[in-house]
């Protein structure tokens, strides 16, 4: 992970934070914004967005107190400013779903280790196989939609993997 995925002049950025295997988050300030790098490992697949939330002048003071290896700190701030909690739901529910999904595909390949190809019952497990894969796509969609729309809200492009000044 970048130690400067903000480009914006004058941002400040914590050291990064691991927060499990499947977790990285690293924090980033401007005078009027807070931003959150959050990249996550989810039943195999990737997924990377930035998050910025408004700051108020008392949010602004205690991050300047707050020193470069703090991202506790950054953390709990950053999780108390104002956000679309209906968003960060949808998130969780579609993040909740794909791994169900991951999962129920790995216990239906298994199970069709077990039976005899051709039979009704390997190929009835074909078929929910198929079934779903095409949920996981759907599911997929709709994750990388939600990220898309962190995404442009803050300024990151994937593609660069900063958040770019905007051009005035």
Same mark, same amino acid.
């Given at each position: 992970? =970048?130690?400067?995925y903000n480009l914006i002049p004058g941002s400040c950025h914590f050291l990064p934070f691991f927060s499990g295997e499947d977790c990285n988050l690293h924090y980033s300030?401007?005078?009027? &914004?807070?931003?959150?790098l959050t990249c996550l490992d989810v039943a195999g697949a990737r997924f990377e967005f930035v998050e910025a939330r408004p700051l108020d002048e008392e949010s602004k +003071?205690?991050?300047?107190?707050?020193?470069?290896?703090?991202?506790? +700190?950054?953390?709990?701030? %950053?999780?108390?400013?104002?956000?679309?909690?209906?968003?960060?739901?949808?998130?969780?529910?579609?993040? *909740?779903? *794909? $791994?169900?999904?991951? !999962?129920?595909? =790995?216990?239906?390949?298994?199970?069709?280790?077990?039976? @005899?190809?051709?039979?009704?019952? &390997?190929?009835?497990?074909?078929?929910?196989?198929?079934?779903? =894969?095409?949920? $996981?796509? @759907? @599911?997929?969609?709709?994750?990388?939609?939600?990220?898309?729309? %962190?995404? $442009?809200?803050?300024? *990151?492009?994937? !593609?660069?993997?900063?958040? @770019?000044?905007?051009?005035?």
């Amino acid at each position: 992970m =970048s130690n400067k995925y903000n480009l914006i002049p004058g941002s400040c950025h914590f050291l990064p934070f691991f927060s499990g295997e499947d977790c990285n988050l690293h924090y980033s300030h401007t005078d009027d &914004h807070m931003y959150c790098l959050t990249c996550l490992d989810v039943a195999g697949a990737r997924f990377e967005f930035v998050e910025a939330r408004p700051l108020d002048e008392e949010s602004k +003071s205690q991050l300047n107190a707050m020193a470069a290896n703090d991202y506790i +700190s950054a953390m709990g701030l %950053f999780g108390s400013l104002p956000m679309s909690h209906a968003a960060h739901e949808k998130l969780d529910e579609l993040l *909740y779903g *794909y $791994r169900l999904s991951a !999962k129920n595909a =790995s216990d239906l390949r298994d199970s069709l280790r077990t039976m @005899e190809p051709g039979s009704e019952e &390997h190929l009835d497990i074909e078929a929910q196989l198929d079934l779903n =894969s095409e949920t $996981r796509m @759907e @599911e997929l969609r709709a994750i990388e939609e939600l990220l898309a729309g %962190f995404n $442009r809200e803050s300024g *990151y492009d994937p !593609k660069t993997g900063a958040v @770019e000044p905007s051009p005035t």
